[in-house]
């Protein structure tokens, strides 16, 4: 049976400010004006976060099923549809068990894959990443991880300075498996044979990152100057200033410049004491940080506010909707199947008031309760 949305509908080549979006089960079968149709709610493809630990309360970074299907559960009330569970630097067991856990949740369409942000990155740029657990990349430890999931590895952060990251990246590759440069104190040079190697994401742009000098441009401008890479942004006005927000976009363009939460658990949740990877984060007005040493750990943020901080710093909704979806599944090899309000795709898209606020969230053809 074919149902119908009208509205103000966000496709790829623009908007549609009088327009529908049918569908028939979980696929979209139209996309088209619809004049009959005056203005009405926003209607944009459903979110795709490539990177969040968690929300709700719920963390991934335990490796824990239940756990993760109820971080699942309210990302996809604030719009995001199609995620990856990232987890951080960890134990190699631990990372094993997390593969376990999640591959059923990957089969069962919960998730989309499995991200590891580390544990192969630099001390020096470490951020919240627990340095005890950091260590150079393992091809035996990736292989056995890589047979484990059978399939639900999506990408893996690395630092492409630390031994063994480029056969790191050629192996991941090889796999199907995007290979994300973030956590980084790598020079130019290195950035860019990591990306020779294939790496073809980088992880929260500048966050964790060498940072830009005029002498030593670092992996900041290799990432931003490479067409095949994708570079990740944390729009919540801490991790990066609205100008340096906008200036990436302006740069690399929406195609390649991609809206994330790096949400922790503490998203949607009151202040208070959390935990990230082992290590006590403190949460104050909205911003996670390590109790330790105060660096920033990951976020509170979600894909409808990321979505709505972009378009307050000037980015037009058409931009900032493919910079939440489009490009996000592209980024992670899913552009054929979600991310787009496009004929033949998976019937996923939320419903925005004009303050770009959730009214409702369609996923594969149902509306979410």
Known sequence: MTVRVNGRVVTPTGVIRQGCVEWDGDRITAVAEYPSVRDGHWILPGFVDMHTHGGGGHTFTTGDADQARAAAGFHLGHGTTTLLASLVSAPFPVMRSATEAFAPLVEEGVLAGVHFEGPYLSAARCGAQNPEYLRDPSTDELTELIELGRGAIRMVTLAPERDGALEAIKLLTSHRVVAAVGHTDATYEQTRAAIAAGASVGTHLFNGMRPVHHREPGPVVALLDAPTVI????????????????????????????????????????????????????????????????????????MDAALRHAVDAGIPIADAARMVATTPARAIGLGDRVGALQVGLRADLVVLDDDLNVVRVLRGGSWVE
């Not at 006005?237 to 922790?264: C, Y």
């Open 231 to 302: 570079c990740e942004l944390v729009a919540d006005g801490v991790h990066l200033h609205n100008g340096i927000l906008t200036f990436t976009t302006a740069t690399a363009g929406p195609d390649r410049a991609a809206l994330i939460t790096d949400a922790m658990a503490a998203a949607g949740m009151a202040d208070g004491e959390y935990e990230l990877g082992g290590q006590a984060v403190t949460v104050t007005d909205g911003v996670a940080r390590l109790a330790r040493d105060g660096a920033i750990a990951g976020s509170t943020l979600t």
